[in-house]
Structures are given as structure tokens and as C-alpha cells.
């Protein structure tokens, strides 16, 4: 499916060509969103701890007609960002789009909450985010363009019990992007964020076999529109946020979720 996404762009004159970095791109939402901006025309980066997983996303990208390469990397470790980012620009230029989907999630009680535990979410949801978009800014402020969004999450809007970490380290982020927006709007560069809810990952997925999460038939029942989103409804959105048409919109909370958050 990915292969004919992107195939049936290849060539499509209105193909951007612009170099875009999507992290934690090896799974789920992230991997959707390599696959649909490649189908616009972007030369994507997908970067992951995973690099096994980053490369078979590339590899699958570039089999159906995309531009696509795999890197290993923990956005936690600046100077492996930092490094990733190095061979990005020498195989295709400045960074223009940066998504930052790297994130982990615990199901805990706030009392058991250890602070390894703490540090861990908090490092790889938010620290990870500033260390890839302070990576990138200076070639957006360079060319005068840029287009960023964070994903973070519907628990940061609405508060989740044994999620503490987690939703702190969200809510963190959707600041974070309300800052950015700010500094940065004068420069040709938005900045917003996309908190889903209800969608089908892997992850979920995991978390309703450990018994964190109800079955996808009671989680649907609990959706306005009646069913789970997937990583298409997400990677649909992010595209668009990392358009030219999206040119006025910056500093914005988009939340995907099925009318979960109104």
C-alpha cells in the first residue's frame, strides 16, 4: 500500500522536492507520514531508534518511486542527531519540513512513578523534540521557509490517570509549539502540533494486550464518529500543516480524534 501511495505521485508535476526529517518514522503514525509526504514529492529522512525498521521504511518508499533514507537515531543524544542530520544535508540539502513522532508512553501510578522512569518519558517525548528542532531551525531561518509539527497528544488536553510523565511530558510539547510559533512567525516558519486520540498503532495495540487500554470495539464505542482512526487520518493532517496552503496557520493545536476532544 505504501509503494502505490507513493508510485502513483511519482509523477505528479506539483511534487515539492523539499528534504523533510520525520522522527520515529520506523512504525506506526510516523511511518504513515514518511509514506504520505513522500507521495507528495519530498525526499524523506526517517529517523528511529529502530534502524532496521528506518530502513525497511526507506526501502519501501524508494520501491514504490520515492526518495527515502534510513537513519538510526536516538533523539535523545544530541550528537546523534546532530550526525543524522549531517547526512541528510549532504545527500539533499537543509532541512525545510521537520515532524517530530519519536515518543514512548508508561502506564503507571503516579505514587510508583520512579524518576528513571520520569526522566525517560520526559528525555524522549519532549527533550528529544527541542534537540530536533533547535537542530533544524537554523536551516529554516536560512532559507526563509520551514514547516514543523509535533505530535503530542490528546492525554496533555484532557489529563490520563497513571499517565503522569507522559501527559506532562505532552502538555510540554504543545507549549513548546506555541512558543516556537511565536519567536519564529516573522521567519516563514509555522509551527503546530497534532494530539491524536483514538487511533490504531502498534503501540495501542500493545497497550490493550497488557490490559491498559479496553478492546478497539469499546475504545470505538466511546468515539463520537463511531470507529479508531489510523496513522493515514494523521499523516493526511500533518501533510497539509506542512503545506504552502497551510502558510497562515502556525502555533495551532490540530487534534485528530474523531470528536474525542471537542
Not at 542530520?85 to 517530530?100: D, I, S
Not at 502538555?171 to 516573522?186: F, N, Q, S
Not at 487511533?199 to 469499546?218: N, V
Request: net charge negative; glycine share 12%; aromatic share 4%.
Amino acid at each position: 500500500m505504501v509503494r502505490a501511495h507513493v508510485a502513483k505521485a511519482a509523477n505528479d508535476p506539483g511534487r515539492t522536492n523539499r528534504v523533510a526529517v520525520v522522527t520515529g518514522g520506523a512504525s506506526g503514525m510516523g511511518a504513515a507520514i514518511c509514506a504520505r509526504l513522500a507521495a507528495t514529492g519530498d525526499h524523506v529522512a526517517v529517523l528511529d531508534r529502530d534502524g532496521a525498521g528506518a530502513q525497511r521504511v526507506a526501502e519501501d518508499l524508494r520501491s514504490g518511486g520515492g526518495t527515502a533514507m534510513g537513519c538510526e537515531v536516538d533523539v535523545t543524544d544530541r550528537a546523534g542527531v546532530d550526525e543524522a542530520l549531517c547526512k541528510v544535508r549532504t545527500e539533499w540539502g537543509p532541512v525545510q519540513v521537520l515532524v517530530t513522532s519519536a515518543g514512548v508512553f508508561a502506564f503507571e501510578p503516579f505514587t510508583e512513578i520512579s524518576l528513571e522512569s520520569w526522566h525517560r518519558i520526559i528525555d524522549i517525548n519532549l527533550t528529544g523534540t527541542f534537540h530536533c528542532v533547535q537542530a533544524v531551525i537554523p536551516d529554516m531561518l536560512a532559507a526563509g521557509w520551514g514547516r514543523i509539527v509535533t505530535i503530542s497528544s490528546s492525554s496533555a488536553q484532557r489529563g490520563s490517570p497513571k499517565m503522569v510523565h507522559y501527559t506532562a511530558s505532552k502538555g510540554a510539547v504543545i507549549a513548546m509549539t506555541k512558543a516556537l510559533a511565536r519567536e519564529y512567525a516573522a521567519c516563514g516558519i509555522t509551527v503546530n502540533t497534532i494530539p491524536p486520540s483514538g487511533i490504531d498503532t502498534p503501540m495501542s495495540r500493545d497497550s490493550q494486550a497488557a490490559g491498559h487500554l479496553p478492546d478497539s470495539a469499546t475504545m470505538a464505542r466511546a468515539i463520537p464518529v463511531g470507529y479508531l482512526g489510523d496513522g493515514a487520518d494523521i499523516a493526511a493532517t500533518c501533510t497539509f500543516l506542512c503545506s504552502e496552503e497551510a502558510r497562515f496557520i502556525t502555533g495551532q493545536v490540530v487534534g485528530v480524534n474523531g470528536g474525542s476532544v471537542i
